[in-house]
């Protein structure tokens, strides 16, 4: 069974297991500045590959015309597969003064998402590569003959498209979700996958600050049992003399705030600390 992990400090731990609820983050706003526009330029070099193909080159022009432009309401909730949730990386980049990381399920995060109506484009897994690079294109490529042979060639893409309709779910909603996945090869180790999510006409995100900035996210709900019965707790890294009292009152914490929600306790008899000799700047 997959496991993905979402890695946080102390005090969002605590906050995710209170409300039962994670964040999907603007993805203009995350940690790589490049997001979106970075597979969104890999999109449009594999579009100006198209322009020589007679059969698809229509049809690339006319996504080449949207794409310029595109900024849409793009959600992330980032999960990482890497290290099986006790990986350095994660912990130097998420929780350098300590904290957890929570693990699902792939499968079974996918089809919570699916029964609370957040998981239209489900749970994806990044792909890397740099742009301009021949097998990255190449692979855009393929994606994008995909699709147009799907609308029955350039004049069915044409016809087909939402271009005026960004809550309508079709073609423009497969595009924007092959451009939400690719990411820079840099971040390759991070293993990332990641729920994403786009503001439909009518919603409205919640703001949070972040270093002196208003930051855009939706809440989506954790409250399902399938989920807790089968869900791992990793502790960050810390000294060996801090690991017994911190694991005693992790698993407090856990059953009292889960059973308050009457969701199962496995996760708070299981929990595990890292294996990474790692000292954080926090006391112990």
Known sequence: MCYAYHYTTEEGFKG???????????????????????????????????????????????????????RPPLYVCSFSTAGGGDDLSQWRAYCPRGGYAIGFPIAKLYQHMERTGMGSWGMMECEYGTVGAGNFVEGLVRIMEEIFKMAGGAKGFRAQFPFNDPDKDGLLAQILKVIAKYKHEAFRAEREWRLVYRLTHGNRPRFRMAGGTLIPYIAFSLKSEDLWRQAQIVMSPCLPDAAALRQETARAFLEGELSRHSLPTDCARSIRLSETPYRTSTPG
């Not at 964040?23 to 590959?49: H, M, P, Q």
């Not at 229509?58 to 015309?65: C, E, I, M």
């Open 16 to 70: 995710i297991i209170e409300s039962q609820e994670l964040w999907a983050t603007s993805i203009y706003c995350l940690n790589d500045w490049t997001e979106f526009e970075y597979g969104k330029d890999a999109l449009i070099e594999s579009a100006r590959v198209l322009l020589k193909n007679g059969d698809a080159a229509d049809a690339a022009a006319q996504l080449l015309s949207y794409l310029y432009d595109v």
